[in-house]
C-alpha cells in the first residue's frame, strides 16, 4: 500500500464548476500537507500548504484535512481552463522526506 | 521562484553510456533532492543531499549516484543508462515558508531518453 494514494484522473469539469480533489494517507505521523500544481512539461508547483486538521483558503482555492479519517482535499471555485494541470498532494511529518500522490489531471473546458 | 536550474533540459543518449544532470541553486540552501516522474508513479525520491559531501539514498537508488561537493551544486550521474530511466527528472530544494513550515520546491525538470 502507497502512503499516499491519489486517484490520477483524468478529471474534466465545465468552467465555473467546483472541483474537488482527494488524497487519502496512512501514516498518523504526517502533520504538514501540501498541494502542488503542475502544468505540462514544467516542475510542481507549490499551491497550498496547511498544518495539522482544519482549512486553509486562498482566494478560490480551499485546502482541508481530516486527520480522523487521513483525508486531504483541495477545492477549487469558479474553475477556469487556466486550472487545467495535474495536481499532487503531499505530506511529512516534520522531517525531510516529502511524500507525494501520483497526482490528478484535472481539465477544465471553456 | 527558488532559483533553481537544471542541465540540460533534453538529453537522448544511447543504453550503456554514462549521463550526468546537474541541479543548480543560488539561494544557500541546505538540502537537495532528486526525483523522477513517471506515469502512474509521481514523484519518487532518488536521492538526497543534507550538506556538502553529505548524501543519502532514496527509494529507488539503484543505477544512479550523485555528489555535492558545492552547496549550489547537486549532481544526478547513471553510470550506465538503460531504457528503463527514460523519465522526468526534477531537482528540489527545502525551504520555509510563511508559518515555518517546511516544503520543497521543484525545478524546471529535465526530460531524459534512452534509447
Redesign the interface.
Not at chain 1, 507525494?100 to 497526482?103: L, Q
Given at each position: 500500500q502507497k502512503e499516499v494514494e491519489?486517484d490520477?484522473g483524468p478529471l474534466s469539469v465545465p468552467e465555473g464548476a467546483i472541483v474537488s480533489l482527494n488524497c487519502t494517507y496512512s501514516n498518523s505521523a504526517f502533520q504538514?500537507f501540501?498541494w502542488?500544481r503542475q502544468y505540462s512539461?514544467?516542475?510542481?508547483?507549490?499551491l497550498m500548504?496547511t498544518?495539522s486538521s482544519g482549512n486553509k483558503e486562498d482566494g478560490r482555492f480551499t485546502a482541508q484535512v481530516d486527520k480522523s479519517s487521513k483525508y486531504i482535499s483541495l477545492f477549487i471555485r469558479d474553475s477556469q481552463p487556466s486550472d487545467s494541470a495535474t495536481y499532487?498532494c503531499?505530506t511529512?511529518g516534520?522531517g525531510?522526506?516529502?511524500i507525494?500522490?501520483?497526482?490528478t489531471r484535472l481539465f477544465v473546458k471553456a | 521562484d527558488a532559483g533553481i536550474t537544471q542541465s540540460p533540459r533534453h538529453k537522448v543518449t544511447e543504453t550503456g553510456t554514462p549521463v550526468t544532470l546537474r541541479c543548480h541553486q543560488t539561494e544557500n540552501h541546505r538540502y537537495m533532492y532528486w526525483y523522477r516522474q513517471d506515469p502512474g508513479h509521481g514523484l519518487r525520491l532518488i536521492h538526497y543531499s543534507y550538506g556538502v559531501k553529505d548524501t543519502d539514498k532514496g527509494e529507488v537508488s539503484d543505477g544512479y549516484s550523485v555528489s555535492r561537493s558545492k552547496t549550489e551544486d547537486f549532481l544526478l550521474t547513471l553510470e550506465s543508462a538503460t531504457s528503463s530511466q527514460t523519465s522526468v527528472y526534477f531537482c528540489a530544494i527545502r525551504d520555509r515558508v510563511r508559518d515555518n513550515t517546511d516544503t520543497q520546491y521543484f525545478g524546471p525538470g529535465t526530460r531524459l531518453t534512452v534509447l
Open positions: 491519489q490520477p504538514y501540501m502542488y512539461r514544467k516542475g510542481p508547483e507549490l500548504y498544518y499532487l503531499a511529512h516534520g525531510f522526506k516529502t507525494f500522490g501520483a497526482g | -
